[in-house]
């Protein structure tokens, strides 16, 4: 993660066949519009809530390219939860746990991480990245 040194990250697990799948199109606006400024949007894809992530990894960012012309970065298919949970999502997690605790409980739960590498805040799925603007706007101006 060291190339992200210095930048806002909103950081998100994903899936192709969740209700909360159109929110691909938010994360992208949010990523075309303060990319420039330091933002990086960061999307890891997880199977591991109901099977709403069952493609290839390269399936996956064709799916998100042709649906919601995603020009983030998407990352291999990983986990979030248990005893192969991915690094990143152990240290999010850890510091900054949700309203049941430290597991993510569903596909697009998002956090944001400001330019020291602090976790800032823990955002829920129903929470849209449009919701998120105005605390991305403050991280980027400091």
Not at 6 to 17: D, Q, Y
Not at 28 to 48: H, R
Not at 123 to 131: L, M, N, V
Request: charged share 25%; with cysteine.
């Amino acid at each position: 993660m060291g190339d992200y040194r210095g930048k806002v990250l909103l950081i998100v697990n994903t899936a192709s066949e969740c209700s909360f799948t159109p929110q691909y199109a938010g994360l992208q606006n949010l990523y075309s519009k303060y990319k420039a400024e330091g933002l990086e949007v960061l999307g890891f894809p997880c199977d591991q809530f109901k099977h709403q992530e069952p493609g290839s990894d390269e399936a996956i960012k064709n799916f998100c390219q042709k649906n919601y012309g995603v020009e983030f970065p998407i990352f291999k298919k990983i986990e979030v939860n248990g005893d192969n949970a991915h690094p990143v999502f152990r240290f999010l997690t850890k510091k900054a746990s949700g309203f049941f605790g430290n597991s993510i409980k569903w596909n697009f739960t998002k956090f944001i991480v400001d330019k020291e590498g602090n976790v800032i805040k823990r955002y829920s799925p129903i929470t849209t990245p449009e919701k998120i603007e105005k605390e991305i706007q403050e991280l980027l101006k400091k």
